[in-house]
Structures are given as structure tokens and as C-alpha cells.
């Protein structure tokens, strides 16, 4: 099963960034989100599809559809650069699987 | 305080095993399925193996299978990932991380990085 991300998102602060994760029928999987910053671990920010962890902004928010997942940022801060990661667990092969990441950068 | 912590690490040799360990902390270890992902240098994430809390399920990645072998002991809060056969492309720092019930990982470690090189 693949994952399909656009390996790049730029935006402004204060706008809304839009991070797409695209699969075969992916809307109908439980898709999470990671974001990773610079030499440290991934953090999970969405879980089944449009479950916020602890601690993780309501600005942050997921949708799923078709075949495309979508994780998005409202009013992006500049802290908010960093690269996202689709995931998903892929039951016909009993395997998680990851997208390639997206590097969102703020303007 | 959930906390994980991998060792194990290290620069091998191409055909070399390593054994990476993870120490959990802050949580009933035993009730929790137990994973291993990676990232090679500059690149994405991978995952790569799953063990359940009982060790009844476990699941490979394709890269992995037939070489690697996850486990756990619960008497100790450890997870492990024995790695055979290793290849220059299985360099990577490699993660432990806690499943949260929905197969994905809401606590990770800072990683341990395995290096095969000759």
C-alpha cells in the first residue's frame, strides 16, 4: 500500500496550511499524522483520521475522504515548520505503512 | 511520565548483528503493542516491525522480514529488536515507539542510530 505526499508546503503565518496524504481508498482507514522537527523524534498531532492527542492545538485538524487524507493548519505559526508524515496500518499485508513527508516551511 | 529509551546502537560491519534494546518507563508496560521504525540519513520514516503486549501478534515490514526479530519481556519493560544480516541500507536511526491502540505511536524515543558500514 502506498502513500503519497507532496514532498513540499509552503505558507504564510497567520494562513491555513493544507498537507494532503493520498491512498487507494484510503478513506476508508484510520490515518494518523506525525510532525517532525529537526533532530528530534516524530510526534504524533492526529490520530484516527481527526483525533487530537494531548497538548496538540486545535488549530491542527484532519479530514478523510476518497482517496485523500488531509491534515490542516490554521493560523500556522512559525513554529509550525516542520516535516508531517501520513501513516496508516495497511491490514491486507499486516504492515504500517508511511507516506514520503511533506516539509511544510512558513514564509 | 511515559519515557523510552533505546540503546543498542552502533557501526557494524555488512553481514554483522545488532541488538537493539528499548527501556519503557511511566506506563503499564505489558498492555501496550510495541513498535519499530526507522529513518535512514535525510530520509523518511519506515516502519518496521510490531510486537503485541502478550507477543501473540507480531508483524515484520517486508525490507526486514526474515532478518530482524522483534521481542519483548514485560518482567522488564523491554523491548528488543535482534537484527541479522545487516546491510549498508538498514543504517538508520531506529525508534521505539508506543502504540496507543489505533496502530499508530503516541510516545517515541530519541532513537538509537545503527550504522552498517564496512
Known amino acids: 500500500y502506498v502513500l503519497t505526499q507532496p514532498p513540499s508546503v509552503s505558507v504564510a503565518p497567520g494562513k491555513t496550511a493544507t498537507i494532503t496524504c493520498g491512498g487507494n481508498?484510503?478513506?476508508?482507514?484510520?490515518v494518523h499524522w506525525y510532525q517532525q522537527k529537526p533532530g528530534q523524534a516524530p510526534v504524533l498531532v492526529m490520530y484516527?483520521?481527526?483525533d487530537r492527542p494531548s497538548g496538540i492545538p486545535e488549530r491542527f485538524s484532519g479530514s478523510n475522504s476518497g482517496n485523500t487524507a488531509t491534515l490542516s493548519i490554521s493560523r500556522v505559526e512559525a513554529g509550525d515548520e516542520a516535516d508531517y508524515y501520513c501513516?496508516?496500518?495497511?491490514?491486507?499485508?499486516?504492515?504500517?505503512?508511511f507516506g514520503g513527508g511533506t516539509k511544510l516551511t512558513v514564509l | 511520565e511515559v519515557q523510552l529509551v533505546e540503546s543498542g546502537g552502533g557501526l557494524i560491519k555488512p553481514g554483522g548483528s545488532l541488538r537493539l534494546s528499548c527501556a519503557a518507563s511511566?506506563?503499564?508496560?505489558?498492555?501496550?503493542?510495541m513498535n519499530w521504525v526507522r529513518q535512514a540519513p535525510g530520509k523518511g520514516l519506515e516502519w518496521v516491525s510490531s510486537?503485541?503486549?502478550?507477543?501473540?501478534?507480531?508483524y515484520y515490514g517486508d525490507s526486514v522480514k526474515g532478518r530482524f526479530t522483534i521481542s519483548r519481556d514485560n518482567a522488564k519493560n523491554s523491548l528488543y529488536l535482534q537484527m541479522n544480516n545487516l546491510r549498508t541500507e538498514d543504517s538508520a536511526v531506529y525508534y521505539c515507539?508506543?502504540?496507543?491502540?489505533?496502530?499508530?505511536?503516541?510516545?517515541w524515543g530519541q532513537g538509537t542510530l545503527v550504522t552498517v558500514s564496512s
Open positions: 501513516q496508516v496500518w495497511d491490514s491486507s499485508s499486516d504492515q504500517g505503512v
Open positions: 511511566g506506563f503499564i508496560f505489558t498492555t501496550y503493542t
Open positions: 515507539a508506543r502504540d496507543n491502540g489505533y496502530n499508530s505511536g503516541d510516545y
Open positions: 484516527d483520521v481527526d
Open positions: 481508498n484510503i478513506g476508508s482507514k484510520s
Open positions: 510486537i503485541s503486549g502478550s507477543s501473540s501478534f507480531i
